[in-house]
Nanobody, 124 residues
């Protein structure tokens, strides 16, 4: 089992920045990829935001955040970060961290472990 805990969400102005973190514990050796998803409203589908491979550090981004968001990891701390710059109102969502032991994928159903989510609100 892997436990994921997000932190760092909050309120930002449009054009500003926020960083959210995802700390993993438990059987972290089984993780191959950790990703960030977001849900903009209850009942809406989760949108892929970014993902990173633990061993190589290779990163992947959704089209709506490419060039504005940066995902990184600290292997020693088992923590993944999502630096969000040039925020826009459409980035307002609950951001979820997720981990999988499978190969990289954008499909949320392929991620086995999920955090509780952290709210990000961008005011225009």
């Amino acid at each position: 089992q892997v436990q994921l805990v997000e932190s760092g969400g909050g309120l930002a102005q449009a054009g500003g920045s926020l960083r959210v973190s995802c700390a993993a514990s438990g059987d972290t050796f089984s993780m191959t990829v950790t990703g960030w998803f977001r849900r903009q409203a209850p009942g809406k589908e989760s949108e892929f935001v970014a993902a990173i491979r633990w061993n190589s550090g290779r990163t992947y981004y959704g089209d709506s955040v490419k060039g504005r968001f940066t995902i990184s990891r600290d292997n020693a701390k088992n923590t993944v970060y999502l630096q969000m710059n040039s925020l826009v109102a459409e980035d307002t969502a609950v951001y979820y961290c997720a981990a999988t032991s499978r190969s990289y994928t954008r499909a949320p159903t392929s991620y086995d472990y999920w955090g509780q989510g952290t709210q990000v609100i961008v005011s225009s």
